[in-house]
């Protein structure tokens, strides 16, 4: 390919959409679409958005992400998270355009006690995760030169995520308590969108295929996660007044979170396959989470106007 390769990111207003835009367009021409471009619920404005569209890659960020309304509207959860992909990853076949599709930690069960593996059976606890996992199916059946990669736990500038609803809850409660007993790889966006375009960018070679996990390397319970937040939070000045984060259980977690879907207990999940392929190694998930803090100015509220 002499020119720069032609991207769509269907999704882009999204987490992740926002990080894959900003990196893809230091090395790509980049098409963004919206939900006011195409609904995924409706396969016609699919097709219309799309048929006119001449591009090589095509990344899915966006989803029903919201884990709980999809135990209560699973036809929707099946809709925009299984359907809506099939088409997609039929029309960019039709295209001969590469496909990523962008699936989640939560297709395990959370049964194992170490990290999952691509090729170990996913089987979800969630109508979220079953959704998912139908999606990465039915994009792998439509054409397994295309793309699944599998993230966890994401968090990134944009738009909050868990660290800064834990940092504003620890701005104004003294008592937390998070999962002692939920265990994963909390994984930056920006992280994210660098090893997607590792994965489909490199001219020397051929876009990955199959499923990949990206995710930071190590892992840490939930409640880790959110003393983490909270310690980085006081470092850069912000007026936290929880001092440390108790730890419950994921069984008290329908008390105070109301909660519908259960969750997998354990979602670690391996980067070996990424690291072997793209010659990455994924940084550690506290270095991401730093840098997140203070990159993306997204205490910078807490600062201005300290809580108590
Ligand atoms: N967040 C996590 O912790 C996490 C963990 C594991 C995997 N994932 C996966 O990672 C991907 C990105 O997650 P994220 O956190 O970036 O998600 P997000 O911020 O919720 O973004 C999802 C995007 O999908 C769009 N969307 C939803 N329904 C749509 C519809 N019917 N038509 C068109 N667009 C629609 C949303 O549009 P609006 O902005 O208009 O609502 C939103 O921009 C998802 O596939 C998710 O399953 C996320």
């Given at each position: 390919?002499n020119?720069?390769?032609?991207i769509?990111?269907?999704?882009?207003?999204?987490?992740l959409?926002?990080?894959?835009?900003?990196?893809?367009?230091r090395?790509?021409?980049?098409i963004?679409?919206?939900r006011s471009?195409l609904d995924?619920?409706a396969p016609?404005s699919?097709?219309s958005a799309l048929?006119?569209?001449?591009?090589d890659r095509?990344?899915?960020p966006?989803a029903m992400t919201?884990?709980?309304?999809?135990?209560?509207?699973?036809?929707?959860?099946?809709?925009?998270?299984?359907?809506?992909p099939?088409l997609i990853?039929?029309?960019c076949a039709?295209k001969?355009?590469?496909?990523t599709?962008v699936?989640?930690?939560?297709?395990?069960?959370?049964?194992?006690?170490?990290?999952?593996?691509?090729?170990?059976?996913?089987k979800?606890i969630?109508v979220?995760?079953?959704?998912?996992?139908?999606g990465?199916a039915?994009?792998?059946?439509?054409?397994?030169?295309?793309?699944?990669?599998?993230v966890?736990?994401l968090?990134g500038?944009?738009?909050p995520?868990?660290?800064?609803?834990?940092?504003?809850k620890?701005?104004?409660?003294?008592?937390?308590a998070?999962?002692?007993?939920?265990t994963?790889s909390?994984?930056?966006?920006?992280?994210?969108?660098?090893?997607?375009a590792?994965?489909?960018l490199d001219s020397?070679?051929?876009p990955?295929?199959?499923?990949?996990?990206?995710?930071?390397?190590g892992s840490?319970?939930?409640?880790d996660?959110?003393?983490?937040?909270?310690d980085?939070?006081?470092?850069?000045?912000?007026p936290?007044i929880?001092?440390?984060?108790?730890a419950?259980t994921?069984?008290?977690i329908?008390?105070f979170?109301a909660?519908?879907a259960?969750?997998?207990?354990?979602s670690?999940?391996?980067?070996?396959?990424?690291?072997?392929f793209?010659?990455v190694?994924p940084?550690?998930?506290r270095?991401?989470?730093?840098e997140?803090?203070v990159e993306s100015g997204?205490?910078?509220?807490y600062?201005?106007?300290?809580?108590?």
């Amino acid at each position: 390919m002499n020119r720069p390769p032609r991207i769509v990111i269907i999704g882009a207003a999204g987490r992740l959409g926002q990080a894959l835009q900003l990196r893809f367009s230091r090395d790509a021409s980049v098409i963004g679409l919206t939900r006011s471009d195409l609904d995924l619920t409706a396969p016609e404005s699919i097709r219309s958005a799309l048929e006119g569209l001449d591009f090589d890659r095509l990344i899915l960020p966006a989803a029903m992400t919201a884990v709980d309304p999809c135990e209560t509207d699973r036809e929707t959860a099946f809709a925009i998270n299984a359907a809506a992909p099939k088409l997609i990853a039929e029309i960019c076949a039709a295209k001969e355009a590469h496909m990523t599709y962008v699936s989640t930690d939560f297709v395990f069960d959370g049964g194992k006690s170490g990290a999952y593996h691509e090729d170990e059976v996913a089987k979800p606890i969630s109508v979220y995760g079953a959704s998912k996992l139908k999606g990465e199916a039915n994009v792998l059946e439509a054409d397994p030169g295309h793309l699944v990669v599998r993230v966890s736990w994401l968090y990134g500038p944009g738009k909050p995520a868990f660290p800064e609803w834990i940092v504003g809850k620890a701005c104004a409660e003294t008592e937390i308590a998070l999962p002692g007993d939920k265990t994963g790889s909390p994984t930056s966006s920006v992280d994210v969108a660098d090893w997607i375009a590792a994965l489909i960018l490199d001219s020397a070679r051929p876009p990955a295929a199959g499923i990949y996990h990206l995710c930071n390397s190590g892992s840490c319970t939930w409640r880790d996660w959110g003393q983490a937040c909270i310690d980085l939070a006081r470092e850069a000045g912000v007026p936290v007044i929880a001092e440390t984060i108790a730890a419950n259980t994921l069984a008290d977690i329908p008390a105070f979170l109301a909660f519908l879907a259960p969750r997998p207990a354990n979602s670690v999940m391996s980067n070996a396959k990424l690291a072997a392929f793209t010659g990455v190694e994924p940084r550690p998930w506290r270095q991401a989470l730093r840098e997140h803090f203070v990159e993306s100015g997204c205490l910078d509220k807490y600062r201005a106007a300290p809580c108590g």
